[in-house]
């Protein structure tokens, strides 16, 4: 099939170009249904008039129902979009792109969900998607997982879809809580993962960010040594990285560590870690949960991120292990190609 791809890419290189285009609209469907055709134009950056051809296309051929509420796929269509999105991922060139990235960076895995975040920020469900597979197909029933969180870590959670009980299975937060959206906190994303995965769960009632008095009198609570003592048994970790000022203001630094962090060139976080482009750290907060040590002894590691915004945040960290499965979309890895020269 994909040697036919390449001669029709040679003979007849509108067909192979129909069809990218007819994929990519039928798994954007896919991912924001049900979403009407303006929407639909906006998220893919093409013409009312394009969306409109192609969409009367699909519907005519079943993979597609028009509704009050927008556009769906239908179940035939939910069919042919997995059956082509191998080839399609071959047309798109996504094998090698992923194998080069992961030969530049010397870690375990890549996955890339083709398209651009940046251009279309929807496109996070997909990069989800691809990590909860992939989380999916390594889980052992006696594992101890630990998740953090922040939005992408919950499109993570949200993608997980399982009809498996995992009864000897934990779900830990790697983190204490920081922020004030709820949803976004890393207790209730693990809530909601032990849902899907009908598991076992430790929550971490307690803020990320506690003085060492404060967390010696909190170890005392059962609840809370037990959580703490899970994490350090970490056989799975789901985590993102951020951007250094991003964190720092979401977690509402003072003004004097802002511009310490600033003077020594912070670029990225990781569990309440700063670090600058070298991978030195450069800013410690006293922080609850998984720690560095922990992190680098860690053999399964899946770092979910979308957003070329975030590649230099990325290859700060990476360095700290290589044991680490990386699930992100096309442009940031091709950015993380161009970077590593300097890495």
Known sequence: MIKLLEIQKTLVPQVVEMMER???VLRQISISQPIGRRNLSTSLGISERVVRAETDFLREKGLISVEVSGMKLTE???????????????VLEIPKLEKKVQDALGITKVIVAPGDFNENNTLIKEVANYAANYFLSILKDNDVISVTGGTTMKAFADAVKSNKHY??????PARGSFGFDVETQSNSIVSSLSKSLKSKLELLTIPDELEDEAMESLMKVPGIRSAIEAVKRTDVLVFSVGRADVMADRRDLPDDIKAKLDEKNAVGEAFGYYFDKDGNIVHKLSTVGIDLETYSNIENSILVFAGDDKVDAFLSVIRLNKNVVLVTDEASARKI???????
């Open 76 to 90: 035939f269509g939910e069919t042919i979009l997995e059956e082509i999105k191998s080839i399609m991922e071959d």
């Open 22 to 24: 007819r994929y990519i």
């Open 167 to 172: 009864d000897g299975l934990t779900v830990v």
């Open 337 to 343: 190609l161009k970077n590593t020269s300097k890495f």
